[in-house]
């Protein structure tokens, strides 16, 4: 947040306080024994969760419905309806971009379990939230945080309405997911596309791979709302990711998402954080990438 409030833009952005998604809103894509379950176990002062790899306590259940919450406030804000009348703008200010640091993250979550320090799954939420209560029929998610999204797979992994597209790093946490021939099953099949990538892959390796698979992808499938798993552990300082993309990939990164975009999406992205572990690396990587979404 303090590298957001330094970088040029930030006058032109507006900081809205994201609401607390309700548990019916996480049960989109929970287990409700499952989640009444992390709500007790926080509220008890938590402990070490098994398939979790971090503690939890009791602030952890609040944070975590507020992660999910954000994604929806932003969903609410897009796509509310338009002004009226509508030449007349005053108070009625569109929105198409929206980013929220959600911590924690969520991309491993899946339907009964926390994964990695993932909670509650926030895209997925966002993504069953925008099918269910916006009616909206083609969400497009690219992930591209180094570790495979195998949460937000899982949800759509029967789901047409959703194409799914993550890279990274092969042969890494959660081990055996994200292989290429994994692609969906059913009605589904054909809407998971995973790219992984090798270890030590940069800025020419991501850009190489999203040009060739994610957006011949995504322009077939023409979303109406790109959502976006932004993991910055792919940063060359990140202590985990083992990855090389610097600053200046994040920009074309951006660059490929506003393309992705630019169909039915008219423009419409939604942004949410997933892993990052140096902070100068996410601080680099969130104000690069978003810094070039709203130069559009
Ligand atoms: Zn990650």
Not at 77 to 87: G, H
Not at 90 to 100: H, P
Not at 244 to 261: C, P
Request: proline share 7%.
């Amino acid at each position: 947040m303090e590298a957001v409030r330094k970088a040029s833009w930030h006058e032109n952005v507006d900081f809205i306080e994201p609401r607390e998604a309700t548990p019916d809103e996480v049960e989109l894509v929970h287990d409700p024994k499952y989640v009444d379950a992390i709500r007790r176990l926080c509220e008890a002062g938590g402990e070490f969760l098994p398939t979790m790899e971090c503690s939890v306590g009791p602030e952890s259940y609040p944070a975590a419905l507020r992660a999910a919450g954000a994604g929806l406030t932003l969903a609410d804000a897009i796509l509310r309806p338009p002004p009226t009348p509508p030449c007349n703008s005053r108070g009625g200010k569109r929105w198409s971009i929206g980013f929220a640091p959600t911590r924690p993250p969520g991309h491993h979550a899946v339907h009964d379990r926390p994964m990695g320090f993932c909670m509650f799954n926030n895209i997925a939420i966002l993504a069953r939230y925008l099918l269910t209560r916006h009616n909206l029929t083609r969400i497009g998610i690219l992930d591209f945080d180094v570790h495979h999204g195998n949460g937000t797979e899982a949800a759509f992994w029967r789901d047409p309405r959703v194409l799914f597209c993550s890279l990274h790093r092969d042969n890494f946490y959660p081990y055996n997911r994200g292989r290429r021939a994994d692609r969906g099953e059913g009605d589904g099949e054909g809407f998971t596309l995973n790219v992984p990538l090798p270890a030590g892959s940069g800025d020419d390796d991501y850009l190489k791979a999203i040009d060739r698979y994610a957006i011949p992808a995504f322009e077939d499938f023409d979303p109406q709302m790109v959502l976006v798993s932004a993991g910055f552990d792919t940063h060359w300082n990140d202590p985990l990711g083992g990855m090389r993309v610097t600053g200046a990939g994040y920009a074309s990164i951006a660059e490929r998402v506003l393309k992705i975009a630019s169909g039915s999406a008219e423009g419409r992205i939604i942004t949410l954080l997933e892993g990052g572990y140096s902070l100068s690396g996410l601080a680099e990587g969130v104000t690069s990438y978003l810094g070039r979404l709203l130069e559009g």
